[in-house]
């Protein structure tokens, strides 16, 4: 049912020039300015620039833009970094960054259906329930409110549960306890319990699963006080992600796709978070920005070989954190290029690319040349036939359209 | 007794509430006249005694029913059901209960507190019968009438009143409010203003406990968590969905039923197909019991067992309290719909009254101590009244503060740095 892709595709060929740059900066002890190490972190943030942060709070005073995605398979910088890395599919990533979780913390559980003797439906659990027992890889009843509230008050009382939904869609019947509890409860217990929950699971347009199946919740989420949202798209990614995630004391949802969970890309041996709250670099770029996230990330860089083609020269973010916005990284693209694409797979109206509208708008509008696009899906309960599935969706040649109108 | 409710109001009811349909678990329940109805006195429900929780290991084959204290029980033996010293300390909570909410009421009409307050008159014995059994590190779940389960469970007076005017010095800081009954230290997990919200989040509680003794291997860990809510409540699916998952993983955990018969201004009777809610209890799999909530040494007794089969690891229990409460659904209810003389019915059975007759008729204590108590009671709660009037109210810098529990969430601002770290943040003048 997943399509397979490999690597990413169109920037292959773009980044074997910045490739040597982008190892030296991979060693784990570069020494590229003094830093503190924090006394508890025993684990280094290895950022979407490929810049490593000892000291993970601290701010960076210059940072260097580089091509920020992990090496890709066919890359020859793989092998010339400290350790070869290891090569996998997405959902193999964010396994072996929830199992390495679980076995840094006896506090971090699983709950879900089918999670446990079945494995995951998309195999994200394969596993753990052999190695960690039945009860921290929860079988759960089909009961998503309360297994959700149940995680809930977990948390309070001092677990760290990984909450899946077994399709993003179904957590609409959770929407009460992640509304009101999961996202509220620090608040109106006045900072007395913390939720350090994760809730993920599968969303997105698939192959024909029929509109249920294929839900895009970030929307209704986002204005959900208290919560943060973090949408993965590489196993790199994917991995840092998750387990960023579960480290967090924040409650966080983190939104997979469908279609992205057999990509294969080589990720490093060692350690390694994806700052909860940034946004990706995936191909830096003079002429136009183009901010999007998930699947259409893909969708993006393919139209961006036509692009390089045609003979612009595109700037492409996948802005990872839906909510908060990286209103620096994002910032700093627009007063470059002056102009913003917004690709996404949600829903044209209410949508993460209608809030981030209106976050550039607020911040940056003495920045922009032309007014902003955002590219969405149409307002349409996804139909099952593939040819009509295949124009809710934002299309490769949708984009390149885009970019060409709003470059004139 | 309690003829004004009998059949004449409800007419109109569609269906009989004689068992006549009932299934072969329910031919213990035997009505003893047929007009009697399942709501008015305990005298009408003739439960016959299976044995105090004579209850098969094996569910599904559980009984539902066993009225726990018997009348006879006090006639054939002479012990009595606790000691002075206890009596004392259940008086105290009874009368702390009935005193804060009827400071409560006052404070509203002043206009020292705004918004829905449901306070929990009549319903005393069910907060005390029940947590005055528990540890401090049992944990208490409740819903929007959670006054008196925070202050049962050791809350201060004066943290509840401060919070019910909206002060810094309340137990949330004046973030929660009347239905947001929070604390840590004494392990109330809240406090809910949407019914059934929760019953998952104490289940949660439960299953902690659980993990904590089976996976992390804290051999000790025999933590209970109750969760207290109401008839209207256990026809909503979160109810039955945690039923069915705490009888699945024998989680420690006791679910308190108050039925107090209304919801709002919806009979129980209106709502529910069948209204014994304690016969909902085996169909999941745990014993279901009902008991007179009007009666705290009852209440007491049942609720020793339930919490002691959950600290053996033996699973859940249904508790259904047969409860009343004296004034409206909130302080915004005219409550026009009950009958006045259901009312004086079950005032005419009042916990505090109930309790102070046994206390003088046994021998265990003088008009004279119990006086002293509501003494200090009073003065307790004009304490925490004088307290929370001089607190101070919330500054502005308050407003951004515990939204996350690690502020980086609010994001990346386009300078570069993180948000929380703007002085606006502090403030609480940035806009977010």
Redesign the interface.
């Known amino acids: 049912m997943a399509a397979i892709f490999q690597g990413v595709g169109a920037a292959a060929p773009l980044s074997s020039s910045l490739s040597n740059s982008f190892d030296s900066n991979k060693s784990v002890f570069s020494p590229r300015r003094s830093f503190s190490v924090r006394k508890r972190a025993s684990f280094a943030v290895v950022r979407s620039d490929g810049i490593v942060n000892l000291n993970p709070n601290g701010?960076?005073a210059q940072?260097l833009v580089s091509n920020a995605v992990a090496t890709k398979a066919d890359g020859p910088a793989a092998s010339s970094s400290s350790k070869p890395g290891h090569e996998l599919l997405l959902f193999e990533a964010l396994q072996e960054g929830l199992e390495e979780e679980m076995e840094r913390d006896?506090?971090v559980?699983v709950m879900g259906e089918d999670v446990g003797h079945y494995g995951g439906s998309y195999k994200v659990t394969k596993g753990l329930a052999k190695r960690f027992?039945d009860?921290?890889v929860l079988d759960?009843?089909i009961?998503e409110?309360?297994?959700?509230?149940?995680?809930?008050?977990?948390?309070?009382?001092?677990?760290r549960p990984v909450i899946e939904g077994m399709n993003m869609g179904f957590l609409l019947l959770a929407f009460?306890?992640i509304s009101?509890?999961c996202g509220m409860?620090?608040?109106?217990?006045?900072?007395?319990?913390?939720?350090?929950v994760v809730i993920r699971g599968p969303g997105g347009v698939g192959r024909q699963l029929g509109a249920e199946h294929s839900q895009r919740l970030e929307s209704y989420f986002q204005s959900i006080?208290?919560i943060?949202m973090v949408a993965c798209s590489t196993p790199y990614n994917a991995k840092g992600l998750m387990k960023a995630a579960i480290r967090?004391?924040?409650p966080v949802i983190l939104f997979e796709h469908v279609l992205l969970y057999n990509l294969k890309e080589r990720i490093p041996d060692e350690d390694y978070i994806c700052n909860?709250?940034?946004a990706e670099m995936v191909r830096p770029g003079e002429h136009v920005t183009i901010l999007t996230y998930s699947r259409m990330r893909y969708h993006v860089m393919q139209a961006a070989k036509t692009l390089v083609n045609k003979g612009y020269d595109p700037e492409v973010i996948d802005i990872r954190?839906l909510?908060?916005?990286?209103?620096?990284?994002i910032?700093n693209s627009v007063k470059k290029t002056h102009r913003v694409l917004i690709v996404e797979e949600c829903m044209r109206t209410g949508g993460i690319g209608a809030s981030l509208t209106a976050a550039i708008t607020e911040?940056?509008n003495d920045y922009l040349d032309a007014p902003i696009m955002c590219l969405s899906s149409q307002d349409v309960p996804t139909p099952y036939a593939g040819t009509l599935e295949e124009v809710t969706v934002v299309q490769p040649a949708q984009i390149v359209t885009a970019v060409e109108q709003l470059c004139q | 007794m309690a003829t004004a409710f009998s059949a004449a109001k409800f007419t109109a009811q569609p269906f009989p509430l004689n068992p006549a349909s009932t299934t072969s678990h329910d031919s213990s329940i035997v009505f003893a006249k047929p007009t009697s109805l399942f709501l008015g006195s305990t005298r009408k429900l003739r439960l016959t005694s299976y044995s105090k929780f004579n209850l098969s290991r094996r569910s599904g084959t559980v009984d539902a029913v066993s009225d726990v204290v018997k009348q006879k029980k006090s006639k054939s033996s002479p012990s009595l059901l606790i000691t002075k010293e206890e009596g004392l300390e259940l008086y105290e909570d009874l009368v702390l209960g009935r005193a804060f909410e009827d400071m409560c009421a006052q404070m509203y009409y002043r206009g020292k507190m705004f918004g829905f307050v449901h306070l929990y008159n009549g319903q005393e014995a069910v907060s005390t019968g029940f947590i005055k059994l528990l540890k401090q590190q049992d944990?208490v779940?409740s819903t929007y009438r959670d006054h008196v389960h925070a202050l049962s469970k050791g809350v201060p007076a004066r943290a509840v009143m401060s919070e019910l005017f909206g002060k810094t010095t309340?137990?949330?800081?004046?973030?929660?409010?009347s239905m947001?009954m929070?604390?840590?230290e004494h392990n109330v997990?809240?406090?809910?203003?949407?019914i059934g919200?929760g019953?998952?989040?104490?289940?949660?509680?439960?299953?902690?406990?659980?993990?904590?003794r089976?996976?992390?291997k804290e051999a000790d860990c025999d933590h209970v968590t109750l969760a207290f809510f109401g008839d209207g409540t256990c026809n909503n699916?979160?109810f039955f969905?945690?039923l069915?998952?705490a009888a699945?993983w024998k989680l420690p955990i006791v679910f308190v039923v108050e039925n107090n018969l209304w919801a709002i201004g919806m009979s129980h009777l209106r709502a529910t197909s069948d209204p014994h809610i304690y016969k909902k209890g085996p169909a999941f799999g745990m014993p279901g019991i009902h008991v007179d909530g009007m009666d705290v040494l009852k209440v007491r007794e049942v609720a020793k067992e339930a919490i002691g089969r959950a600290r053996r690891g033996e699973g859940p229990t249904l508790v259904e309290c047969e409860t009343y409460r004296f004034r409206g659904h909130s302080l915004a209810d005219p409550d026009e719909l009950r009958d006045p003389a259901e009312k004086a019915h079950y005032a005419a059975r009042d916990p505090i009254t109930a309790l102070k007759k046994y206390l003088i008729e046994n021998s265990l204590a003088s008009e004279a101590e119990l006086k002293t108590i509501e003494k200090k009671i009073d003065e307790v709660v004009e304490d925490a009244v004088e307290f929370a009037d001089e607190s101070p109210v919330p500054a502005r810098s308050q407003l951004l503060?515990?939204?996350?529990?690690?502020p980086?969430?609010?994001?990346?601002?386009?300078?570069?740095?993180?948000?929380c770290?703007d002085p606006k943040f502090t403030e609480g003048t940035a806009h977010v």
């Open positions: 701010r960076s940072r006896p506090r559980c027992g009860l921290r759960t009843p009961a409110n309360s297994f959700t509230g149940m995680g809930i008050g977990a948390a309070m009382t001092g677990l009460n306890q009101n509890n409860l620090h608040y109106t217990s006045g900072g007395q319990f913390t939720i350090p006080p208290g943060q967090s004391e924040n909860l709250e940034e954190s909510k908060p916005f990286d209103l620096h990284t910032g911040n940056f | 944990s779940v309340g137990c949330c800081r004046g973030q929660g409010g947001h929070f604390s840590r997990l809240g406090g809910f203003a949407f919200e019953i998952p989040v104490a289940t949660g509680a439960a299953f902690t406990s659980k993990y904590k089976e996976v992390l699916g979160q969905e945690c069915n998952m699945l503060e515990n939204v996350f529990a690690d980086k969430g609010f994001g990346i601002g386009p300078d570069g740095r993180y948000r770290e």
